[in-house]
């Protein structure tokens, strides 16, 4: 039993990070500040310290064999903004997909109320077991734990007004569309490209085919597992650095993987961004307006010894011609709240190959993209979508996204 020293320890960290997140302009409702406000985030991260439960960082409950997390409690404020795209409401049944600790749920259950339902969903037996045990202690005994695959969500308690998925997702599934109600929202983590390029989107139901995105948000999340996996595909470039592309884009392995064996050409754009600039979604504009988009991975060796220097603002955003050149985006400061865009080039077409990516930018700084437009239906539903609009197609769901 907690002494009160502990609960007081407990809820004065409850609050700071409440206030955190407050301050970050996260919350958009008093509902999901209240819920946060009063789950014991601690009882469910019982082998961390309280800091460390109540910290606004992402903490992995759980390791694959190669090191790469299977499962983690999510960064506070992503659960935050994702509760927030979901618009629950009191009374609402809930298919959560992706249990983990169970913080999540038992959020969700704060927030559908007495009358309401969270049925969630976990693929492994010993989180779905923990997490029950959890929910059980902090005073959650009503939410319902399975475990199975979440792609086929969980057809005995549907329909449900809001489907939310705590793991990135490939695809979405037939399952969610046939246990979702007709006006009913999904939040996803969704893979939008190949390269692992990712949003969490919010997704309202128009029509029982058709889907369209109310918000798109920069997220990172541990993959989907079962049948739902993505499968992405990598080159690997150097010692701790690997381009991530999609597979089936028509580019050349090998020739890739020589393009670090060419010196780097750097090129400033003269385009310059400032901090209070919608620019989150270039990264997803190159995506699906580029022929080759991918994504560079540079491990902390070859980031300190600066073999590539890509900004983290783009999660490594790359463009490649499939035939060994490639460039990546980089920044530099040009005062306190402006940067300059670049590109490092690497490869034996490099300068012809900077030229045409500048040309890029410089359309998208014209066009001036912010919130994409994204749309799904069910694959093999005729498609509606404006003809520039790139097209993904899923063996559930066909994704279109526009600008």
């Known amino acids: 039993m907690s002494t009160s020293h502990d609960t007081t320890t407990t809820q004065r960290l409850r609050s700071e990070l409440v206030a955190a997140i407050r301050n970050r302009g996260t919350f958009q409702t008093p509902a999901v500040e209240d819920a946060f406000a009063r789950v014991p985030r601690h009882v469910f991260l019982p082998d961390v310290a ?71 969903v976990e693929i492994d037996e010993d989180l779905a077991d923990g997490a029950r045990a959890a929910l059980q202690a902090a005073g959650y005994p009503d939410v319902q734990v399975t475990c199975a695959d979440g792609a086929a969500g969980h057809s005995d308690s549907a329909p ?55 918000s798109a948000m920069v997220c990172g999340f541990v993959p989907l597992r079962g049948t739902a996996e993505s499968s992405g595909g990598s080159v690997a470039l150097a010692e701790d650095v690997t381009l991530n592309v999609a597979p089936g884009d028509g580019h050349d392995p090998h020739a890739v993987g020589q393009a670090l064996s060419y010196p780097a050409q750097a090129e400033w754009t003269g385009i310059t961004i400032d901090d209070t600039e919608q620019v989150e979604h270039l990264d997803l504009w190159l995506a699906t307006t580029a022929a080759h988009f991918a994504r560079l991975a540079v491990g902390p060796q070859a980031r300190q010894s600066a073999t590539v220097t ?24 040009v005062t306190e709240t402006t940067d300059e865009i670049g590109l490092v080039a690497h490869g034996p077409d490099s300068a012809a190959f900077t030229a045409s990516t500048v040309e890029l930018l410089r359309r998208w700084r014209k066009e001036h993209p912010t919130q994409p437009a994204v749309t799904a239906r069910p694959t093999g539903t005729p498609q509606d979508q404006p003809r520039e609009a790139a097209r993904i197609a899923r063996p559930d769901t066909t994704v279109t996204i526009a600008w």
């Not at 049944?93 to 959020?107: D, P, Q, S, Y």
């Not at 603002?313 to 400061?333: E, F, I, N, S």
């Open 310 to 333: 890509p900004t983290l603002r783009w999660g490594g955003a790359t463009l490649h011609d499939g035939a060994g050149t490639l460039a990546y985006l980089t920044l530099r400061p």
């Open 160 to 214: 449900y007004d809001r489907i939310i998925v705590t793991a990135g997702a490939w695809d979405i599934p037939a399952a969610w569309w046939h246990q979702l109600t007709p006006t009913g929202h999904v939040v996803v983590p969704l893979c939008l490209h190949d390269s692992g390029l990712t949003r969490c989107i919010a997704f309202d139901r128009t029509a029982p085919d058709h889907m369209v995105s109310a």
């Open 50 to 120: 309280p800091e460390t439960a109540y910290a606004p960082q992402v903490v992995v409950t759980k390791y694959a064999e190669d090191g790469s997390a299977l499962s983690s409690a999510s960064h506070p404020n992503m659960v935050a903004a994702m509760l927030e795209q979901l618009d629950v409401r009191p009374g609402h049944r809930v298919l959560e997909v992706g249990t983990a600790t169970g913080i999540n749920a038992a959020l969700l259950r704060e927030l559908v109320g007495e009358e309401g339902r969270v049925t969630s």
